[in-house]
């Protein structure tokens, strides 16, 4: 069964640079563990960003360290606004 993780984050202009530059460790430590991710950027608030985060099996993604450090990474710069999980249908 394939899962999803969307989270939205308010970037401000002047972290955008670092935003990026974790989401790029996150997604790369998904994509090592098979996993699909992408980032997508408001066409009406430049600041919204809402990021996703596919992955099959039992195993989330963020239970392994190295994704874990990365989406904390992430938190500290820009905590989550919201945050859902979802599931195949």
């Not at 935003?19 to 997604?27: F, I, T, V």
């Not at 820009?78 to 979802?86: H, K, N, R, V």
């Amino acid at each position: 069964m394939r899962r999803l993780l969307c989270t939205r984050r308010r970037i401000p202009d002047d972290l955008v640079a670092a935003y990026r530059d974790a989401w790029a460790l996150a997604s790369s430590a998904v994509i090592a563990l098979n996993g699909r991710a992408w980032i997508f950027r408001s066409a009406d608030d430049s600041s919204q960003f809402l990021e996703f985060i596919e992955w099959s099996g039992m195993v989330a993604p963020f239970a392994i360290p190295e994704v874990s450090a990365a989406i904390d990474a992430l938190t500290r710069i820009a905590p989550a606004l919201q945050q859902d999980e979802w599931e195949e249908a």
